[in-house]
């Protein structure tokens, strides 16, 4: 397998980064938290990019692991990555073709009760949970039994945010309606775009993981403490190099994962939950040891860091966390 | 990105499989896990096996064939090494030769040293090197065997430990302290000479390891006489030698972590399965969580290899080495973990697998040790990776 990025991977990557890095502020990942309206400009700069979701995995992961890395809130992951694939997987065909042109926005409910995104078989419990950014969309792709799918319009639904930890990324919980039925939805297509989902929030997660190992690596540079920078310390440095690799085996295992869910290739069942478990992995794991070398600074509301730590921790969660994707690694070793 | 090969890499990987098939002795189809040359040197099977790869241009396949290779490409040599991990098969059981001493020569050597790498990588000559001492380990620069030059010859007292091949080697790759100015930093004044084997004054003393056997050794030098043209490189300036190993190869050294990682993991699923351990739930998410290390530090040297490729620096590699050994530490521990009560036990005709799992994690638990602590290599990715400031 080659890592190599090819010239357009690296403009993505490149474009994504410069774009996120002004567009996305702290400031706009505070004022959303406060009213998600404020995150409406970045979703204007964001929407052309919708159409990544069309493409190979390998490129909407490169642009997630940006979006990761500066928490960026509003409905992109949800649109590109969940909702245009899921219509694509159903056939529905003009109104993926409208999505992905950047004209509306979207999102999945899959989850039942027990928050767990299951594709086999799908739940037949009367209420979706854990559906990202379902009170600011345009649209709600239901999964139900069968498996089918039905779009509606937010208006019709009866939606409650919970509030979690993250606040940069919203959730809801929703009531199917009674006697919804939908368009049929090939089983195993919903599995494909729900595991492409899974590798490409890897990815984010992977990104909020490279800020945390950043913001700590520099940190230790900055800080002193008994005349010399708390990073000359062994104790410290050793910390930051078993973030470091965990963030770096994560990173390569998502990109193993995107390529191989591209090339069709066998192995990328046990791909996809090892870049989920991965990801998880190092993320938390990033923000705990960032929190433990930034101190007490790092706990105080006004710096960052505890926005990333949420964002680690509410995106494990989602779509499967390390135990999840253990269990799924698990049966798929062992039967 | 891609996951696929070119047709010539594939062309190459047969033709490696066909010559395998062809020509490869049993005893060299095992796991590096059991791997341990014994007390009597070198066997006729490996020596005859390590001259067949030289000959066919296996043996380091990025040399050109005069030093056993066929000029391949590095990631001719990934894929070589991959494959020769995947069946198991060593190249040699000294890697002393081929791997430091051979390469070393042909950097740093004069025309005569040259011509001894070719017979050196062939496995003819058998090498220890000699690094490690009493006060010198982790702090290799602080090494205290002294070189008297006369002119004419060296004249070398001191002391060498854990090296290995050294009850059977032909020849020490031998670093020593040349300079005199204790002013100077510890790394000047370190100086390489060869120094034959059989020279009066050298007395090796066998070291047992805690699995009982014998590689390595103390090496006693008593007031040996070594030709002044057996110094290697420059004077006084023999520390960048230290980073004289294959350097072809490096881009591929984390293959074997990554392949005895997998070997491991491979045993323990058979294991659980043969111990109807394979239905407990903490089981199942520990070999699990193992394979997701695992599968984890392949992308990760996979994804190292595309930067070393292109010339430039790869600090994904500076973790390989750490996070594979530790991880087999970790994988032989579980498998002592179910074993139950058997894990401990080492009489033949009841340990599992001849003793496979109390072997190998003996063995792993050398792997962290030996080579660069873990220590010293979160030291070393702290600074030269990170660029966090020396402590």
Not at chain 1, 59 to 80: I, S
Not at chain 2, 97 to 117: C, D, H, K, M, T
Not at chain 2, 244 to 268: I, P, T, Y
């Amino acid at each position: 397998m080659d890592f190599t990025l090819t010239d357009e991977q690296q403009m993505v990557r490149d474009t994504a980064r410069a774009l996120l890095q002004k567009e996305c502020p702290p400031a706009l990942v505070r004022a959303h938290a406060d009213d998600p309206a404020a995150a409406a400009p970045l979703w204007g700069h964001l929407r052309e990019w919708v159409v990544l979701g069309d493409g190979p995995t390998t490129d909407l992961a490169l642009f997630a692991e940006e979006c990761g890395a500066v928490v960026a809130p509003g409905p992109y992951f949800a649109t590109a990555a969940l909702f245009l694939p899921v219509l694509r997987a159903a056939g529905l065909t003009e109104e993926a073709d409208a999505v992905a042109a950047g004209e509306a926005t979207g999102t999945v409910a899959l989850a039942g009760a027990d928050g767990r995104w299951c594709t086999d078989p799908v739940t037949a419990d009367p209420v979706r949970t854990f559906v990202p950014e379902a009170d600011g969309v345009d649209r709600v792709a239901l999964v139900l039994p069968g498996p089918e799918l039905l779009v509606v319009d937010r208006a019709q639904l009866d939606i409650t945010p919970v509030a979690t930890l993250d606040t940069s990324r919203r959730v809801a919980t929703l009531p199917v309606p009674p006697g919804a039925r939908g368009v049929s939805l090939p089983a195993e297509a919903l599995a494909a775009a729900i595991e492409r989902a899974t590798v490409v929030l890897a990815a984010e997660l992977v990104g909020t993981a490279r800020w945390l190992v950043e913001a700590s690596v520099a940190y230790g540079r900055e800080r002193i403490q008994f005349d010399r920078p708390i990073g000359s310390f062994q104790a410290v440095q050793h910390q930051l190099v078993d973030m470091a690799l965990d963030l770096e085996r994560a990173t390569a295992a998502v990109y193993y994962a995107a390529m191989a869910l591209d090339a069709g290739d066998p192995d990328r069942h046990r791909a996809a939950a090892v870049a989920k478990a991965a990801a998880g992995t190092a993320a938390r794991h990033a923000a705990k040891s960032g929190m433990q070398i930034h101190a007490g600074i790092g706990y105080t509301w006004e710096h960052d860091l505890h926005l990333y730590l949420r964002r680690a921790y509410a995106s494990d969660d989602l779509l499967g966390d390390v135990t999840f994707h253990h269990d799924r690694l698990a049966d798929l070793l062992l039967g | 990105m891609r996951l696929t090969f070119d047709a010539a890499d594939e062309a190459f990987r047969a033709d490696l499989r066909a010559f395998l098939d062809e020509h490869c002795p049993p005893e060299a189809r095992r796991g590096k896990d059991f791997v341990a040359a014994d007390e009597e040197g070198v066997p006729d099977w490996a020596r005859a096996w390590q001259a067949t790869l030289f000959d066919h241009g296996w043996m380091v396949p990025s040399f050109p064939p005069e030093l056993g290779g066929r000029n391949c490409t590095p990631l001719q040599t990934l894929l070589y090494l991959e494959e020769l991990a995947a069946q198991g098969v060593v190249r040699s059981v000294h890697f002393g030769g081929y791997a430091i001493v051979g390469p070393s020569l042909l950097e740093f050597g004069n025309e005569a040293q040259r011509a001894l790498a070719a017979p050196s990588i062939r496995g003819d000559i058998v090498w220890c090197v000699g690094m490690s001492e009493p006060d010198a380990g982790s702090d290799l620069a602080n090494l205290s065997t002294r070189a008297v030059a006369d002119g004419e010859t060296f004249v070398v007292n001191g002391q060498k430990v854990w090296t290995s091949y050294a009850p059977f080697a032909d020849k020490c790759f031998c670093y020593v302290r040349t300079g005199t100015d204790p002013e100077a930093p510890k790394h000047k004044g370190i100086s390489v000479l060869i120094i034959d084997m059989d020279t009066p004054g050298i007395e090796v003393r066998p070291l047992r390891h805690i699995t009982g056997a014998v590689e390595f050794a103390e090496v006693f030098f008593s007031d040996v006489v070594v030709p002044a043209d057996r110094l290697v490189g420059e004077l006084d300036n023999g520390w960048r030698i230290t980073m004289g190993s294959l350097a072809h190869e490096r881009g591929g050294l984390w293959v074997e972590g990554v392949a005895g990682s997998q070997r491991a993991l491979d045993g323990l699923v058979a294991l659980a399965r043969r111990k109807g351990l394979d239905a407990d739930p903490t089981v199942r998410r520990q070999l699990a969580a193992a394979y997701e290390k695992v599968a984890s530090l392949r992308a990760l040297g996979y994804k190292g290899f595309a930067s070393f490729a292109q010339g430039s620096s790869a600090p994904e590699h500076s973790y390989m080495k750490l996070a594979t050994s530790e991880l087999r530490k970790e994988l032989f521990d579980l498998g002592l973990d179910l074993l139950g009560p058997y894990g401990s036990v080492t009489a033949p005709e009841l340990a599992e697998e001849g003793g496979r799992w109390w072997n190998g994690f003996f063995i792993s638990l050398a792997a962290t040790i030996g080579g660069g602590t873990s220590e010293i290599q979160r030291n070393t990715v702290a600074t030269r990776v990170l660029g966090l400031p020396r402590g």
